[in-house]
């Protein structure tokens, strides 16, 4: 057997170029392309206030005589809109500049209160077992049993009742991230909960056992770290439900609040002009959303591959 | 170093391999598996293919099946079937010669089997798509077949699915399997390695006498010397996807010309040979070994252990009928002296990794006592401290007892941190460097991972992180049976070694007679969680008084029974 000697690659980076993940990433067009799309709509979001030319939620820029100015086109009043104006003269452009970071921050803010939620609570049922094993898991399979939309919706409407109506509206991101979140968890509890009854079978937990490191520990510092590759994937991929869950909940009207519309609540303003000619006041935050959901996705299903061997 | 054999001119050979070659195309470049092997099998012959792991020896039997998928690729000059040439046919006709005229025989038979079907329905599909029978007649012909391989009431057995038998029997139906299209040829790739000494004799005469009866060639490919020994005619060491060294079994094994096959011989324990401490001892005129010291390190008193297989919970606490209880270990009680090695054996199942964890503190024993220095280990806390402190343990397998996600240093150092022994970092830094030098590794090792090592490295990482608490007594489970053999002489070295330097006590948990003979100082037979024997090590192999403990010592297969 000839021994494959790798050139040994100097420093981290060199590490990091040389690794097999890097090596799939790079022979994978599928995950490239999706990289440079996502990572363009993520700087666009993150950067909108520079890169916007309008502020979109200024009343006192907005001028009515911009209305409904086809894209790439001058208005009346000799304003040049990229991707044309919607019926109040708000550039579309920049709307779906500010409307992304709103998207994916209560995207991403959701999936990580759902990761941290199942990663806890799957470990958990994982490590103990029995009855709390079955509370946890049978809790999870009938939040499963429902589309997590719906569930999401429910929570919505009881938060709503609680939350007295003057906090309503500053609320309503926090009681957003918290209903997605909440409806996502399952997916992470489940995975983490396989993977953590394997590895606890395994010696060098037992090697911790025999020291008497307690159990949080042995969870922490021993299994967590071996858990941690699902755990990715189902979040990139989850990243892409929970933006594509709150355009839902924003296009019908229970997400965030008009004031900071979220891609979802521009589509929603967008399908009343549909049928007027007024496309592109629709066209343009969908085909966003569906390119960030759609980048995200094909990541994640790349990062499931590239990590799993056995699935290629 | 190859060697092939002229054809007679009377008998063709029924596998002639010529020049055949296995790459795997990988991205870091190309990697040779089997690099350029040629050999013959004749009828009615037996040739064992020997090599350690990462030898190419099953990817040989692979390559021949026509089983390499991408990115391996496969080339030979030639790879002729009684002549006809069977490299490079497409898989229609290579699916054909597989199980008809090629049978297989693979290490786990559970794995070999369709649980789903019994074991009447997969003999009668194979004999019914290789031969003109009918169903009825194909069912006789499954019965003889089954019969043949030593399955007791064949007729009544046959329409049971495969976990109905038991380990050994499962592999006698694949035997039955393999031979039921009558192939020319069959390649086992360890087939009794998955079992018991006591049944892997059984199957390897099984094996043999089916294959002599009915003419058949065999190609077994084992790394376990003993089991070649005991079965085949001639036989091939292979090392780095090359023949080092063919010929016939026992000129190979009592004049091996090659050093790598010197090297790979001698490093083999023999379960002839005597307990090295125990000769060294009559030498001196002591007439036992150590001598009892005053008082055991660990007694294990009465100690049972009852697991309640139950199926559901109202099952476990009604009782009745539905209550499934499993007596592991049985009123097991023992010694151990201080310095010395207590080794415990047993076939699976007999209770040994059971014993071994409840001493360690994993388990908690069903009845009985286990004594740490005369205090019972589970009595209280003070004694769970002075438990953790005092014992410690080496695993099975050393893939799965170090995190694959911790740096070598890290887990060596765990137990002084877990222990609290120190919390100096340079301290405890320095304490790693010196045990990774201690079990002759490169203090550098520390800021890798695990998976950049060996599996003896590996090991030797697992016995530092034992060591780094300073206990005093450390159970080894099954330490070497994942290892090859030549690193099994060196890890053992090392634990006798380390043992000396630390005063240390040990109990080896081990299926292999050989390695307790040259091991312990004093032994228990375990047999289904009862000790059938305990006493001293020359005392056990020389003249043993149980029933059980003499069939198990007659049933290891070992290279000095050939003639």
């Known amino acids: ?312 | 170093m190859t060697e092939t054999l002229k054809a007679a001119p009377v008998s063709q050979p029924v596998l002639s391999v010529k020049d055949l070659k296995v790459v795997f195309h990988l991205r870091r470049g190309d990697f040779t598996a089997v690099d350029g092997i040629s050999f013959d099998i004749m009828p009615g012959e037996v040739l064992g293919v020997v090599g350690e792991s990462g030898a190419g020896k099953s990817m040989t039997g692979t390559a021949i099946m026509g089983l390499i998928d991408r990115p391996g690729e496969v080339t030979a000059t030639s790879i002729s079937l009684k002549g006809e040439r069977i490299d490079g046919l497409d898989e229609e006709s290579m699916r054909r010669i597989r199980g008809k005229r090629i049978g297989m025989v693979f290490q786990d038979p559970l794995t070999s089997l369709n649980p789903l079907y019994t074991v009447g329905e997969q003999l009668i599909e194979t004999i019914r798509r290789h031969l003109p029978l009918n169903e009825k007649q194909a069912r006789e012909r499954a019965i003889e077949l089954l019969a043949d391989a030593g399955i007791p009431d064949p007729a009544g057995r046959i329409d049971s699915y495969p976990h109905q038998f038991s380990g050994g029997m499962r592999q006698r139906v694949v035997i039955s399997l393999a031979l039921a299209a009558e192939p020319e040829l069959v390649i086992a790739d360890e087939p009794t390695s998955a079992l018991d000494v006591s049944v892997q004799a059984q199957i390897i005469k099984v094996l043999k006498r089916l294959c002599a009866q009915r003419g058949v060639a065999v190609m077994l490919i084992t790394h376990d010397m003993g089991v070649i020994a005991e079965a085949a005619d001639r036989m091939i060491v292979m090392n780095k996807g090359k023949i080092v060294e063919t010929g016939p079994v026992g000129d190979i094994i009592h004049r091996p010309q090659e050093p790598y096959t010197i090297k790979l011989i001698e490093a083999i324990p023999s379960i002839k040979s005597q307990n090295p401490r125990y000769v060294a001892a009559v030498a001196k005129g002591e007439v036992a070994i150590g001598g009892k010291t005053d008082a055991p390190i660990v007694t294990v008193d009465n100690l049972s252990k009852v697991f309640d297989l139950s199926p559901s919970l109202f099952a476990r606490v009604l009782g009745g009928k539905s209550r499934k209880l499993v007596n592991a270990v049985n009123d097991v009680s023992f010694s151990i002296q201080r310095g010395q090695t207590y080794g415990l054996v047993g076939e699976s199942g007999s209770g040994k990794s059971t014993c071994a964890r409840m001493i360690v503190g994993l388990l908690e024993p069903t009845s009985g006592s286990i004594k740490l220095e005369g205090a019972d280990i589970w009595r209280d806390k003070e004694a769970t401290a002075r438990r953790r402190q005092k014992i410690q343990m080496i695993f099975q397998d050393p893939y799965a007892s170090l995190n694959p996600r911790w740096r070598v240093g890290e887990i060596i150092a765990e137990p002084i941190r877990a222990l609290g022994i120190s919390k100096n970092a340079t301290e405890i830094g320095d304490r790693v460097a010196d045990l990774l030098e201690r079990v002759r590794l490169d203090p550098a090792a520390m800021r890798k991972y695990p998976h950049e090592f060996s599996g003896g490295q590996r090991q030797r990482i697992a016995i530092a992180r034992a060591l780094s608490s300073q206990p005093e007594f450390i159970i080894c489970d099954e330490p070497t049976s994942a290892l090859d053999v030549s690193v099994q002489a060196q890890v053992l070295e090392l634990m006798s070694r380390l043992q000396e330097e630390f005063g240390l006590t040990y109990l080896l948990i081990s299926h292999n007679l050989a390695v307790i003979r040259q091991m312990a100082d004093a032994v228990g037979v375990l047999h289904n969680g009862v000790m059938v024997e305990n006493g001293e090590v020359e005392q056990i192999f020389s003249d043993p008084r149980a029933d059980y403990t003499r069939m198990l010592l007659d049933a290891v297969p070992d290279i000095a029974k050939v003639a």
């Open chain 1, 1 to 312: 057997m000839t021994d494959i000697t790798p050139s040994a690659p100097k420093g981290r980076i060199g590490k990091i170029i040389d690794s097999d993940v890097f090596y799939s990433y790079r022979t994978s067009p599928v995950a490239i392309i999706a990289s440079i799309i996502a990572t363009i709509l993520v700087l666009g979001a993150l950067f909108a206030p520079w890169i916007a030319p309008y502020d979109p939620f200024n009343p006192r820029t907005l001028n009515l005589m911009n209305g409904f100015t086809p894209p790439m086109s001058e208005s009346f009043t000799g304003n040049f809109f990229l991707f044309g104006s919607d019926h109040q003269g708000r550039d579309v452009f920049s709307a779906i500049l500010y409307g992304s970071r709103v998207s994916l921050m209560v995207g991403l803010s959701a999936i990580m209160f759902a990761m941290v939620l199942g990663v806890s609570l799957g470990l958990i049922a994982g490590y103990r077992g029995g009855l709390t094993d079955t509370v946890i898991m049978r809790i999870a399979d009938v939040q499963l049993s429902f589309p997590s939309i719906l569930i999401a919706l429910l929570i919505f409407g009881v938060a709503r009742g609680i939350i007295p109506p003057s906090q309503q509206e500053s609320m309503a991101i926090f009681v957003l991230i918290f209903a997605i979140g909440l409806s996502d968890w399952a997916q992470f509890a489940r995975t983490v909960r396989g993977t953590t009854m394997v590895e606890k079978q395994k010696d060098y937990v037992s090697a911790a056992r025999i020291l008497g490191v307690k159990p949080i520990f042995i969870l922490i510092r021993h299994i967590l770290p071996n858990v941690v590759g699902p755990v990715l994937v189902i979040a990139t991929i989850g990243l892409a439900l929970a933006i594509i869950a709150e355009a839902t909940l924003s296009f019908l009207g229970v997400g965030v609040p008009p004031t900071q519309p979220s891609l979802g609540t521009l589509i929603r303003i967008g399908q009343q002009f549909l049928f007027s000619g007024e496309w592109w006041i629709l066209f343009y935050p969908a085909v966003t959303l569906i390119l960030l959901a759609l980048s995200v996705n094909l990541l994640g299903d790349w990062l499931r591959d590239a990590l799993n061997p056995r699935l290629r």
